[in-house]
């Protein structure tokens, strides 16, 4: 028909992205094929929100396999058995997403397909009815034993939707027509005729929507259809499924299934996600869940449902003893004809002329309708079809099989034989089509039958087992192999069959029935499933409500017959009488709407989140899979992450992340990853916790470490007891990796782990390692997401060298690009503007800036509110340069600095900037020795305002100028409160690198000559060629830490005109990214003082003479001093607060000076640091707390 296109799969895609799995719907089916497609379809037309879960992937028409090498790949060999070790040793691939499944048992072999649509993928599609005598045996419930018309109904259902019909009557197969003449031996009450097949033979649509093509009679149905004819139940109930609302997932392996405290119950699953299985000691064992509010439908098959209610069993879910007995095979048997007298065409082709016809097209009927016959002797003959690529498989074994029997018959009928050598010759040289050749004149039959239903499933060391009778094969089959010995005796064909190794005691099914067998006295001693296929909790009637078997587990006896139909009948069955009994009506009269590749389902759950999904970063094809596993310390405040993974190994409180990240690249061209995974922490929950939603960011700045790079995870948790939690973790990528591969390896292996509730409640924190053995495994985890191109190895070489390339970035950091301040276009808005500022004049005249910041109305619980009488604070600076756009003390890129500290506990700031940040003319000629009057008008412009003494808090070189005015009496003591010296104050002690470039002032002379008397902060690219010069040479300054290794020009600048003066892991980008808006260009002559000064070791005036004397000494007299120095300090060493401290306890006794070490800081971040607030600021207020005090009971004691 013109109006159809050619296109053999033109339908949605059925299944969704693993990772859109909601963690509950009210029924979830366990399955993908005929009982679970009921189940599917049915429910969702019930209006129930519905997930599937199927253990193989969607098989779309077109995609199936058509070399014997394309079959060997999608065929996967399970089981064990000692008759077959030599297969499951050699051959086994145990890998249960293939399309073609062969579990070997003993004495008993099956074979089965997993992919979307279970076994109807595969199968002939022969819709043929249980016979009525087979339904009344003993083994049937009584509700269908005593009316097996109660089915009819059902299967006219399942008739509608998979609308079955025959072969054209308009042409007729050789091999049919040869089946319809063997037919006539059988005797006339033996029924032929053709059978009707889920194939279609026109263009149309079928029931639900989904356009179908012609069937090209290729006779591939048993290896997958390419033509686009087979009503499989994926182009039937579940894509009317789908159409409605159904949510279907691939490669889920589910392992067992639980009952749910409050009703429903939880599947428990692996995810067969693209290498995961990589990791095969975790795969199994982490696994997914979700929830089934009200219904849970195991449809796996035979195989599939009875090893989910095994391991249910192993996991507490109490079921009847029954479980795994009593499997039937169906009687199953496939004989062939092999080189017989006639030219059959029974090979599978896709171009022969005339074609084979399909896989089966008639069938021999002779089951029992006789009353007073045994239905036990009942079989069915179909004729089918040698798949085209297992030709020479089937050539080599019926040859080995047929073998003596033709050495003896040359012995009597050489005229015969020598005809069939010939034959034998022509397949072999001239190919299996060959006209007259041993496989053309080759019939296939499939005959089914009655067995001993005596097959059993058990779990063995956590390993299904399948096990037939040790009795061996039924004395009916050997009757049927007899009556076709009797009938290739007149064909002159000799009898090959599918037993392994030509074993008659072992058998083979491709109809496996049973496992959960339906009771026939409605309890658990009788079976394990009602006559509805709810599961019996035990021995009795009672039964788990919504836990339902709906596949050909259930079927308790062997049907003699192709049960798809009766699958399919019961299945409608039992969900219609469910859905009626909880009040459910099932909607079978409204249509789908024609379905084509671009159709959107009727109902949608949650379409828009999958809208929003597809406008975020796109894939580049690729993903991969890692374990990540340590400790965590649960409820921990700790802030150090390894001290925290400690504790958490102290308490065996492990944690394991198992990820599977699909790389994206966003907008920015950086790169994302999509993370799908679980987290295991029995500290967290019984079970793994599930990734509800996470991201990956690669390589992304850290805004609270400068310098710094981070892989960070984003991961959203769901417990399956219903607790959100937050997840987020970083990988540290930072200078402290330079040239130390050990040190690489470990920033790229180590996950630093925060977990929290999600209103921000803290759960734990540790850290996670990447072994060496996970990570050889990581890298063979790498899986394309999409069809195979050349493209995808250059996105993924791109990725790999985006990867090494941010890695060497910190690797070689001194040759790494130089980074120039970026000048902002607008200034930062400042935290809390001063509230006034003006400018006061010094005694020489000097106009210097006096900033005030009025306390603000935050009061902390047991502190001052902001309107009592607190001590103003004088903050004093370092030297900063001129025309800093910021204050030391009021830096708007901190969290909280130290203005905003004071003032929120009710103290007013004044913030001094000295001459050498004012007036470009005054700071050209202003030393140090000079600044001590701008202190000394600053104090006396405070003391005018307030009726308090100042508390000062002075940085390096303003503790000295302070220092300086007090040595010298320009300042007299008693006018402050006290003081706190950060860095230096009277001693100066240089760090070891400053010692080296301080032993004289030749370098600044030097620099003086070259470029002037101006050291700018700020340079750039179109500096000139000297500053640039500089820029270069200081990409080697010497650092004490690998980690204080950058690329800020700005940064490297200050190093060298002060010394390094900072840790860097205590600055956090903000500020980093910022130095050169509150650092500015220095004068020479300043920096020869500070010079001078570190190398006499004292405080020396504008002539060189000391200050530090013993009459200059005792002015500090009863001046409180709190001396403060960071450990890592690189520009004063520590010696030199320790000297001052020491030197004023020795003169005037320890009760006034105190003396703070700041762990792991350095010079200036005491002050600017990203938690100086909480390590430092603290200290400095306890000191000026105590002044307050002491000041308090000096005024009582003088009023006394």
């Given at each position: 028909m013109s109006n159809f296109t050619a296109k053999t799969d033109n339908y949605p895609s059925l299944s969704r992205p693993f990772g859109s799995m909601r963690p509950e719907y009210d029924v979830v089916i366990i399955g993908s094929g005929y009982g679970a497609g009921v189940a599917a379809s049915r429910m969702a037309r019930a209006g129930k929100s519905v997930a599937v879960l199927e253990l193989g992937w969607e098989r779309r028409s077109g995609s199936f396999p058509l070399t014997f090498s394309q079959c060997l790949r999608d065929t996967s060999i399970l089981g064990s058995t000692a008759k077959s070790s030599f297969i499951s040793k050699w051959l086994s691939s145990r890998d249960p997403t293939r399309l073609f499944q062969v579990f070997l048992g003993d004495g008993q072999?099956?074979?089965?397909?997993?992919?979307?649509?279970?076994?109807?993928?595969?199968?002939?599609?022969?819709?043929?009815?249980?016979?009525?005598?087979?339904?009344?045996?003993?083994?049937?419930?009584?509700?269908?034993?005593?009316?097996?018309?109660?089915?009819?109904?059902?299967?006219?259902?399942?008739?509608?939707?998979?609308?079955?019909?025959?072969?054209?009557?308009?042409?007729?197969?050789?091999?049919?027509?040869?089946?319809?003449?063997?037919?006539?031996?059988?005797?006339?009450?033996?029924?032929?005729?053709?059978?009707?097949?889920?194939?279609?033979?026109?263009?149309?649509?079928?029931?639900?929507?989904?356009?179908?093509?012609?069937?090209?009679?290729?006779?591939?149905?048993?290896?997958?259809?390419?033509?686009?004819?087979?009503?499989?139940?994926?182009?039937?109930?579940?894509?009317?499924?789908?159409?409605?609302?159904?949510?279907?997932?691939?490669?889920?392996?589910?392992?067992?299934?639980?009952?749910?405290?409050?009703?429903?119950?939880?599947?428990?699953?692996?995810?067969?996600?693209?290498?995961?299985?990589?990791?095969?000691d975790h795969f199994k064992e982490?696994?997914?869940?979700?929830?089934?509010?009200?219904?849970?439908?195991?449809?796996?098959?035979?195989?599939?449902?009875?090893?989910?209610?095994?391991?249910?069993?192993?996991?507490?879910?109490?079921?009847?003893?029954?479980?795994?007995?009593?499997?039937?095979?169906?009687?199953?048997?496939?004989?062939?004809?092999y080189n017989g007298g006639a030219n059959i065409n029974g090979i599978a082709r896709e171009s022969l002329h005339p074609p084979p016809g399909t896989t089966v097209t008639a069938v021999i009927d002779n089951r029992v309708v006789d009353p007073l016959k045994n239905p036990l002797s009942g079989y069915v003959i179909q004729d089918g079809c040698i798949p085209e690529m297992f030709n020479p498989v089937i050539q080599v074994m019926l040859t080995l099989q047929t073998m003596k029997s033709q050495a003896l018959c040359c012995l009597w009928n050489p005229r015969q034989e020598a005809r069939k050598t010939t034959a034998s010759l022509k397949s072999l040289f001239f190919g299996p089509y060959a006209c007259n050749g041993s496989l053309q004149r080759t019939s296939t039959y499939l005959v089914m039958s009655h067995d001993s239903n005596e097959i059993?499933?058990?779990?063995?060391?956590?390993?299904?087992?399948?096990?037939?009778?040790?009795?061996?094969?039924?004395?009916?089959?050997?009757?049927?192999?007899?009556?076709?010995?009797?009938?290739?005796?007149?064909?002159?064909?000799n009898m090959g069959v599918s037993y392994p190794y030509g074993r008659h005691q072992e058998e083979a099914t491709v109809h496996l029935l049973g496992g959960a067998n339906m009771s026939n006295d409605g309890t658990g001693?009788?079976?394990?499933?009602?006559?509805?296929?709810?599961?019996?909790?035990?021995?009795?009637?009672?039964?788990?409500?919504?836990?339902?078997?709906?596949?050909?587990?259930?079927?308790?006896?062997?049907?003699?017959?192709?049960?798809?139909?009766?699958?399919?009948?019961?299945?409608?069955?039992?969900?219609?009488?469910?859905?009626?009994?909880?009040?459910?009506?099932?909607?079978?009269?409204?249509?789908?709407?024609?379905?084509?590749?671009?159709?959107?389902?009727?109902?949608?759950?949650?379409?828009?989140?999958?809208?929003?999904?597809?406008?975020?970063?796109?894939?580049?094809?690729?993903?991969?899979?890692?374990?990540?596993?340590?400790?965590?310390?649960?409820?921990?405040?700790?802030?150090?992450?390894?001290?925290?993974?400690?504790?958490?190994?102290?308490?065996?409180?492990?944690?394991?992340?198992?990820?599977?990240?699909?790389?994206?690249?966003?907008?920015?061209?950086?790169?994302?990853?999509?993370?799908?995974?679980?987290?295991?922490?029995?500290?967290?929950?019984?079970?793994?916790?599930?990734?509800?939603?996470?991201?990956?960011?690669?390589?992304?700045?850290?805004?609270?470490?400068?310098?710094?790079?981070?892989?960070?995870?984003?991961?959203?948790?769901?417990?399956?007891?219903?607790?959100?939690?937050?997840?987020?973790?970083?990988?540290?990528?930072?200078?402290?990796?330079?040239?130390?591969?050990?040190?690489?390896?470990?920033?790229?292996?180590?996950?630093?782990?925060?977990?929290?509730?999600?209103?921000?409640?803290?759960?734990?924190?540790?850290?996670?390692?990447?072994?060496?053995?996970?990570?050889?495994?990581?890298?063979?985890?790498?899986?394309?997401?999409?069809?195979?191109?050349?493209?995808?190895?250059?996105?993924?070489?791109?990725?790999?060298?985006s990867f090494v390339y941010h890695i060497s970035l910190f690797f070689f950091r001194p040759f790494v690009h130089m980074r120039f301040p970026r000048i902002p276009t607008k200034a930062t808005d400042s935290k809390q503007p001063s509230s006034t500022s003006c400018n006061i004049t010094t005694s020489d005249g000097v106009q210097v800036r006096l900033d005030t910041y009025d306390p603000l109305h935050i009061q902390k619980a047991g502190e001052p509110g902001a309107n009592s009488n607190l001590s103003p604070i004088l903050l004093l600076p370092g030297v900063t340069g001129v025309g800093a756009m910021y204050n030391l003390f009021s830096l708007p890129f901190l969290r909280c600095n130290m203005v905003e500290y004071f003032t929120q506990r009710g103290h007013r700031c004044y913030a001094l900037t000295p001459r050498w940040g004012s007036d470009p003319a005054v700071a050209q000629k202003?030393?140090?020795?000079?600044?001590?009057?701008?202190?000394?008008?600053?104090?006396?412009?405070?003391?005018?305002?307030?009726?308090?003494?100042?508390?000062?808090?002075?940085?390096?070189?303003?503790?000295?100028?302070?220092?300086?005015?007090?040595?010298?009496?320009?300042?007299?003591s008693s006018q402050l409160l006290g003081v706190t010296a950060n860095s230096v104050f009277m001693n100066q002690v240089f760090g070891y690198w400053n010692s080296l470039k301080g032993r004289t002032t030749l370098l600044i002379q030097l620099y003086e000559l070259l470029a002037g008397n101006y050291f700018p902060i700020i340079s750039s690219v179109k500096s000139v060629l000297f500053q640039r010069l500089i820029d270069t040479l200081l990409r080697f300054y010497p650092v004490g830490h690998p980690q204080d290794l950058c690329t800020s020009t700005a940064c490297r600048r200050t190093s060298f005109a002060?010394?390094?003066?900072?840790?860097?892991?205590?600055?956090?980008?903000?500020?980093?990214?910022?130095?050169?808006?509150?650092?500015?260009?220095?004068?020479?002559?300043?920096?020869?003082?500070?010079?001078?000064?570190?190398?006499?070791?004292?405080?020396?005036?504008?002539?060189?003479?000391?200050?530090?004397?013993?009459?200059?000494?005792?002015?500090?007299?009863?001046?409180?001093?709190?001396?403060?120095?960071g450990t890592e300090n690189q520009v004063f060493s520590p010696e030199s607060t320790l000297k001052d401290y020491e030197l004023l306890r020795r003169r005037f006794g320890e009760r006034l000076y105190r003396r703070f070490l700041a762990e792991g800081y350095g010079h200036l971040d005491p002050i600017v640091g990203k938690h100086a607030a909480e390590d430092v600021y603290w200290r400095i207020f306890a000191h000026l707390r105590w002044c307050t005090k002491e000041m308090e009971n000096m005024d009582l004691q003088a009023n006394e």
């Open positions: 072999h099956s074979f089965a397909a997993h992919g979307l649509g279970g076994s109807s993928l595969i199968n002939a599609g022969v819709f043929l009815k249980a016979d009525e005598r087979t339904l009344q045996m003993s083994p049937w419930p009584s509700e269908i034993r005593d009316d097996p018309y109660t089915l009819d109904e059902y299967y006219t259902r399942a008739e509608t939707m998979l609308q079955p019909s025959t072969y054209p009557d308009n042409s007729t197969p050789s091999k049919l027509e040869h089946l319809r003449e063997e037919s006539r031996w059988f005797g006339e009450k033996n029924k032929f005729y053709r059978v009707p097949l889920t194939i279609f033979f026109h263009n149309g649509r079928n029931s639900a929507g989904v356009p179908m093509q012609a069937n090209r009679e290729s006779g591939h149905e048993c290896t997958g259809l390419n033509d686009g004819s087979k009503n499989s139940v994926a182009t039937t109930y579940l894509a009317d499924a789908w159409n409605w609302g159904t949510e279907i997932f691939c490669g889920c392996e589910v392992q067992f299934v639980e009952k749910t405290d409050g009703g429903g119950y939880t599947i428990h699953f692996a995810w067969h996600g693209s290498g995961r299985s990589v990791f095969a982490q696994l997914f869940w979700v929830k089934a509010k009200e219904f849970c439908f195991l449809g796996a098959g035979a195989l599939g449902t009875t090893e989910v209610l095994l391991r249910s069993k192993q996991r507490g879910l109490h079921m009847s003893p029954f479980v795994g007995r009593n499997l039937s095979g169906n009687g199953d048997l496939l004989i062939f004809g059993m499933l058990t779990l063995k060391d956590d390993q299904l087992c399948l096990r037939g009778p040790e009795e061996g094969r039924s004395e009916h089959f050997k009757w049927i192999k007899k009556m076709f010995k009797e009938l290739f005796a007149r064909t002159g064909a001693y009788g079976g394990v499933t009602n006559h509805l296929g709810e599961v019996f909790s035990g021995s009795n009637s009672e039964v788990y409500n919504g836990l339902v078997c709906c596949d050909a587990s259930i079927i308790p006896t062997a049907l003699g017959v192709n049960p798809l139909a009766t699958i399919s009948a019961l299945s409608e069955r039992s969900v219609n009488l469910i859905t009626e009994r909880s009040g459910l009506s099932i909607d079978l009269e409204t249509n789908n709407q024609s379905l084509n590749a671009y159709s959107k389902p009727s109902v949608s759950w949650d379409y828009q989140g999958q809208q929003d999904i597809k406008k975020g970063p796109q894939s580049i094809g690729w993903q991969f899979t890692e374990i990540i596993h340590g400790y965590i310390s649960m409820g921990s405040k700790i802030g150090d992450f390894a001290l925290s993974e400690r504790v958490g190994k102290g308490s065996s409180c492990a944690m394991r992340m198992f990820l599977t990240i699909e790389i994206c690249r966003r907008r920015d061209l950086q790169y994302q990853g999509t993370c799908t995974g679980t987290i295991s922490c029995y500290a967290l929950s019984r079970v793994a916790l599930k990734i509800v939603d996470g991201t990956v960011d690669f390589f992304t700045p850290l805004e609270e470490n400068a310098e710094s790079s981070a892989i960070s995870y984003h991961l959203k948790l769901l417990s399956v007891e219903g607790i959100h939690y937050r997840l987020e973790g970083h990988k540290l990528i930072d200078s402290n990796i330079a040239f130390s591969v050990r040190k690489t390896w470990k920033a790229t292996t180590t996950v630093n782990v925060n977990i929290t509730r999600l209103d921000g409640t803290n759960v734990g924190a540790g850290a996670l390692h990447i072994s060496l053995i996970d990570f050889k495994k990581q890298m063979r985890t790498f899986r394309t997401t999409r069809v195979f191109q050349i493209s995808l190895i250059v996105t993924l070489m791109w990725f790999l060298l202003s030393t140090v020795f000079d600044c001590r009057l701008d202190v000394a008008a600053a104090i006396a412009y405070i003391r005018d305002k307030e009726r308090q003494k100042p508390y000062v808090v002075a940085h390096c070189q303003g503790s000295v100028a302070l220092c300086m005015g007090l040595l010298d009496g320009t300042i007299q002060f010394g390094l003066l900072w840790n860097h892991e205590n600055l956090d980008m903000g500020l980093h990214d910022n130095i050169h808006q509150f650092f500015a260009g220095t004068h020479t002559k300043l920096m020869k003082q500070v010079v001078r000064s570190g190398t006499r070791g004292v405080c020396l005036d504008n002539d060189s003479c000391p200050l530090l004397t013993a009459e200059n000494l005792q002015r500090l007299q009863g001046l409180p001093i709190l001396f403060v120095s």
